[in-house]
């Protein structure tokens, strides 16, 4: 079931080619590379099979009540048990939060939002956000263009903290000026959802890394930080595709070269980043995307380096919500298994 209101073209290339799906993190994410050690009170590689090694007797890296997960990628479970079946499985694997992709993603079985609450609390699990679509052309679509306020009654039912869309700035087009717009509505959402307690945010792919057609100099991901009001509007680093942005779009389209690392977006407004997508991908040069995406710590991005990063910044311990995704998991509970044994098994470096 796709998350996206309207045909998002990246995400229907990557569900398109199962198992072959990948992106480059260039010179930068080549370097991220390591295994990581069990964690006390954690599932251990016995367990489940993670084939992490020592890295280090540091406290956890990632901080404790802060595991979620987005539920797309279990969306075939969801379809086939039920909600219940996946939160009590989820539960078992050490996860503290999940993110929602639609409230039903084709349950086995009716269910209302006030179920769904009770069913993840009962579970151990904090709803902690969910993605809508942005615009549709159909007036009576859910997307926060269409809908805006059923979306924010929804979210206040279930009492998320963060709504947000996975898809990109580019309803008006890919110029300065289109972004610009775009960057006006998303105030609006952030707005209105600000008025009941909660965060708007958008969710990268790596498009949003690339250009503006009118002006080569300008970096679009660039317009939308720059316009967007800070206070009402926050970001969902997906790590894994920002990081294909690092490599499809480290150089203009005029030739010169423009790199970019994805984690200094963050160290740069901390307090944007409110949540994170944790993906992982093994670097395959002859795929044009540069990887194919695997589950967390099967890859060669360096959750360790970029998690600790993060949350040893003063005050941001527990500002961070990390939410493991894969978009196509070969089987989706032993994603989940071995994504949470490796996160939860990484240190910080003494």
């Known amino acids: 079931m796709s998350r996206f209101s309207q045909p998002d073209p990246e995400l229907s290339h990557r569900l398109s080619r199962r198992g072959m799906l990948g992106v480059a993190a260039g010179a930068t994410a080549a370097a991220l590379l390591g295994a990581a050690a069990p964690a006390t009170g954690a599932p251990s ?57 639609g409230y039903t993603q084709g349950s086995a079985g009716p269910i209302t939002l006030t179920q769904l609450k009770r069913l993840a609390r009962n579970h151990g699990l904090n709803p902690i956000g969910s993605h809508v679509g942005y615009h549709s052309d159909d007036p009576n679509a859910y997307t926060f263009a269409q809908n805006l306020t059923k979306v924010l009654d929804d979210a206040q039912a279930l009492g998320l903290k963060h709504i947000g869309t996975a898809a990109g700035p580019f309803r008006y087009g890919s110029t300065v000026d289109a972004w610009k717009r775009a960057a006006e509505d998303f105030n609006t959402y952030g707005a209105a959802a600000r008025a009941r307690g909660m965060k708007f945010y958008q969710h990268n792919h790596s498009e949003e890394f690339s250009f503006a057609t009118d002006n080569p100099k300008v970096r679009l991901y660039d ?22 942005g690092q490599f499809r779009f480290s150089k203009r389209p005029d030739g010169p070269p423009a790199p970019f690392e994805p984690l200094k977006y963050v160290l740069r407004q901390p307090d944007r980043y409110p949540l994170f997508h944790v993906k992982d991908g093994e670097s395959d040069p002859s795929n044009p995307y540069g990887y194919r995406m695997t589950d967390v710590g099967d890859g060669d991005i360096d959750y360790q380096r970029f998690i600790s990063a993060v949350t040893r910044l003063r005050g941001h311990r527990l500002a961070h919500h990390w939410q493991a995704e894969h978009d196509n998991p070969a089987e989706s509970f032993t994603f989940a298994r071995r994504s949470s044994a490796h996160l939860h098994s990484l240190r910080e470096k003494c």
């Open 45 to 101: 590689a016995a367990t489940t099979g993670t084939a992490a090694g020592a890295r280090g007797r540091g406290r956890p890296a990632l901080p404790p009540g802060r595991l979620g997960i987005q539920l797309y990628s279990l969306r075939d479970k969801v379809s086939t048990l039920g909600f219940g079946p996946v939160f009590a499985e989820l539960e078992r694997y050490g996860y503290d939060e999940v993110e929602f992709a």
């Open 223 to 244: 317009v939308l930080l720059e316009e967007t009001d800070p206070d009402l509007v926050y970001l969902e680093m997906d790590i894994y595709w920002a990081y294909v």
